[in-house]
């Protein structure tokens, strides 16, 4: 009965102040778990189950996940990062891409050849002391620094003609 007076409540303040339709959802979810908690609050205070015992328990459990979501918190970055990478796509696998240091500063570089939820995979393709290596950079690296992509099959210039191309006095 309360849900469905908290439901038509929600409808009637979305038609009066037009709001988005997945505010009125959210509105709803929201509403219907803290009626639906309150019920089994007041079914388990009837079983005799102290209120000061449920409240010592979740705050316990609370900071216990507090802790550890702090201490998992460049993983759990890393992770969120994959899933904006997977969805945004600033670049793709077998792309050749370069994180710049500072302005036009080489940084890491070569061609994607993983993506997985902690690093992504880069293979070099340098001709310099680091080539046929791979890099594994923390997915987290790409949201914090500039990004160079060149797509697919193109391949990045290399050595002389690289720094050629970045000299802004070579006329």
């Not at 046929?132 to 210039?157: C, E, K």
Request: net charge positive; proline share 5%.
């Amino acid at each position: 009965m309360l849900a469905l007076v908290a439901r038509r409540l929600i409808e009637r303040v979305g038609h009066r102040y037009t709001l988005p339709p997945e505010a009125a959802v959210g509105a709803r979810r929201v509403a219907s778990f803290l009626i639906y908690a309150g019920a089994f609050l007041l079914v388990l205070e009837r079983l005799g189950v102290s209120g000061t015992v449920l409240w010592t328990a979740f705050t316990g459990f609370a900071a216990v996940a507090a802790v550890a979501f702090f201490a998992a918190w460049s993983v759990l970055s890393n992770i969120f990062c994959t899933m904006l990478i997977l969805t945004t796509r600033p670049f793709r696998l077998y792309d050749h891409v370069e994180l710049l240091e500072s302005g036009e500063k080489p940084g890491l570089r070569g061609k994607v050849v993983d993506i997985n939820l902690v690093y992504t995979t880069l293979r070099e393709t340098d001709d310099g002391e680091g080539a046929g290596t791979v890099l594994q950079i923390p997915n987290s690296l790409f949201f914090q620094r500039a990004l160079r992509r060149w797509r697919g099959g193109a391949l990045p210039p290399t050595g002389a003609a690289y720094a050629r191309k970045a000299d802004p006095l070579d006329v």
